[in-house]
């Protein structure tokens, strides 16, 4: 039993180490992303590692479509951009990230309805970071942009002419006060010219 004890001791501790060792990368996606038909849609993707990010990090981008279960691969990422040479990605699905900063993004460009979808990243950063969830979010490709997006336009743009209407009244008005005061002063002086 006394020789059993150290062995017990050990194996608990490696087991420990292990499962310390082989944590999760932490990934944030928008849940849903909204795109117009022939323009661009950037998928973010950040993700946060308790490894120190190394050579040997990698995001592997995947394409699930609305009617079926099969993914397609998009866009592979090790120490440098590996662009789609195929499919319907190819040309299309560009590197938008910076690994240093956590930024595991791509750029979807000319979007298709056919685009419509579930889209995935992954990240891993061996040794440590293994394991964990894929990212997903949910692409939909529309038309033409959305009511409510065209209100926040459109306030936007409410503001914005309204704002420089403001200033334009404040700068006029400060003018014509100066402008006031300084005739004023000169009557003031030449008391002639009354």
């Known amino acids: 039993m006394g020789r059993c004890e150290p062995r017990i001791i050990s194996l608990c501790c ?18 849903e992303v909204n795109g117009v038909v022939g323009d661009d849609a950037t998928l973010r993707c950040t993700f946060r590692s308790t490894s120190p990010v190394t050579g040997r990090l990698s995001v ?6 609305v009617d079926s279960e099969a993914s397609h691969s998009v866009f592979y990422y090790q120490e440098q951009p590996y662009t789609p040479t195929s499919g319907k990605f190819k040309g299309r699905a560009v590197w938008s990230g910076d690994i240093r900063r956590g930024d595991a993004s791509i750029t979807l460009r000319d979007l298709k309805f056919s685009d419509n979808g579930t889209y995935s990243c992954h990240v891993k950063n061996p040794p440590g970071d293994v394991h964990g ?62």
């Open 60 to 65: 592997d981008w995947t394409y699930r479509p």
């Open 133 to 194: 969830q894929a990212g997903e979010m949910q692409l939909r490709v529309v038309t033409t942009v959305t009511h409510s997006e065209m209100k926040i336009l459109l306030a936007a743009i409410g503001g914005a002419i309204l704002l420089a209407i403001v200033l334009i009244v404040t700068v006029a008005s400060i003018r014509a006060c100066r402008q006031h005061r300084r005739q004023r002063t000169e009557l003031e002086k030449n008391p002639q010219y009354w």
């Open 14 to 31: 490696l087991l420990i180490f292990g499962c310390w060792q082989a944590a999760a990368v932490e990934m944030q996606v928008e849940p």
